[in-house]
């Protein structure tokens, strides 16, 4: 794609890039089980899936203005980012995986909070997705680093746009997930229609949400705090 | 008259210290700091941090493959060398800052009389991953470069 005659374009085009790159493969499939999680209301999921790359875009736009108007040092907040937000992850999408499956339970004088918390995760399936998106954002991997760090703030700079490139990018990264989820939700709704049992399937979407957040979330703890070689 | 014995004699006795100083240096050490001093070296580092992912062992893996297949004589006669370092390693940091790190890379620095005098960051690594030739060719092209310049 040349650069120089439509350099938005090439923005977008990073972004899709670094969502179909495998490296950050792993958070892409929690997002994605994330978004589909209320595949009961089609409107939810495609709700859920817009507010999870509207995270995105906040995410790196923020990060993006930080960076070009210098009040971050490039080096170092790639560093810091690639680093300490994957180690922060694992233990997120465990403690979030545990809640949806019901399984975390903590008592506070004599209340017990796992079956609200569970609740409002649940009902966090469209809110939650924006948190989640901006969280996915800034857990930077090498490859996105190059694509956003190397590639994404130089064409920022060079065009003296320093929010809307990094926004389109951002929509970038989050439009394949978005649309794979709803594809998805859409695929797994249409047949659990044709068996009628759509709300078993819901009950079983949630369930297996919870449990590939526990897997991601593992994974990151083993990777990024253990420093594992798993991939 | 007896200065300038005094003279002659701390003259000769210095001509003759001097002498095993210099027969003490090897010819390997010799032609190695003649080389230093006229031609410099080129240092090849790829930098790493603690979480290793299948793309960074490309990367590595390539550059290493890249800089053995054709640059082997510049290898053994120390004109070249290639690194790996971790960065998250704490006496390794301050290369993040040397070398504007901001992910893994591979950064080519030429030295010349035991100083840095250019550095580059072979960015487009990661545009040929997927194209191992073409990787080995950028390598190739890019360390050529530096060798000439110095």
């Known amino acids: 794609m040349d650069s120089s005659s439509i350099p938005v374009l090439s923005a977008l085009w990073l972004g899709i890039l670094t969502s179909v790159n495998p490296c950050p493969l792993a958070s892409n499939i929690a997002a994605v089980s994330f978004i ?3 595949l009961d209301q089609t409107s939810s999921v495609f709700a859920s899936g817009l507010l999870y790359t509207l995270g995105r875009v906040t995410g790196y736009t923020v990060l993006g203005i930080l960076v070009t108007s210098s009040l971050l040092n490039v080096p170092q907040t ?9 180690q922060f992850l694992g233990p997120v999408l465990i403690v979030t995986g545990l809640f949806l499956l019901g399984l975390f339970q903590f008592t506070f004088s004599g209340f017990s909070f796992s079956e609200k918390v569970a609740g409002r995760l649940n009902n966090l399936g469209i809110m939650g997705s924006f948190p989640l998106g901006v969280l996915f954002a800034l857990s930077f991997c090498p490859s996105s680093a190059a694509l956003f760090f190397g590639s994404l703030i130089p064409l920022s700079l060079n065009h003296n746009s320093p929010i809307l490139f990094p926004s389109v990018y951002g929509a970038g990264t989050g ?8 594809a998805i939700a859409f695929g797994i709704k ?3 229609a044709l068996f009628n049992k759509v709300t078993l399937v819901e009950y079983w ?6 449990a590939i957040f526990i897997i991601i979330g593992i994974y990151y703890v083993l ?4 420093y594992l070689q798993i991939l | 008259m007896n200065r300038i014995k005094f003279l002659i004699i701390v003259l000769t006795l210095s001509v003759f210290c001097s002498i095993p100083s210099t027969q003490f240096i090897s010819a390997k050490e010799m032609n190695q700091n003649v080389q230093n001093k006229d031609t410099g070296t080129v240092m090849a580092y790829y ?5 290793r992912c299948y793309n960074c062992f490309t990367i590595e893996q390539y550059s290493k493959e890249a800089i053995e297949k054709y640059f082997p004589e510049q290898l053994k006669n120390g004109r070249l060398s290639f690194s790996v370092i971790n960065t998250d390693m704490p006496e390794n940091e301050h290369f ?10 591979l950064i080519i620095a030429e030295f010349k009389n035991g100083k840095q005098v250019r550095w580059a960051n072979l960015a487009k690594v990661w545009d040929y991953i997927k194209d191992r030739d073409a990787f080995y060719n950028y390598v190739k092209t890019e360390i050529e470069k530096a060798l000439k310049g110095m």
């Open chain 1, 78 to 86: 790639a560093h810091f980012l690639q680093k300490n937000m994957n």
């Open chain 1, 190 to 192: 249409n047949i659990g």
């Open chain 1, 36 to 38: 589909m999680k209320r």
């Open chain 1, 223 to 226: 990777t990024h705090i253990f």
């Open chain 1, 205 to 210: 979407t949630r369930k297996i949400t919870g």
């Open chain 2, 47 to 51: 930098f790493h941090g603690n979480f």
């Open chain 2, 96 to 105: 993040i800052k040397d070398y504007q790190l901001y992910t893994r890379s």
């Open chain 1, 175 to 182: 439009l394949p997930v978005l649309m794979f989820a709803v």
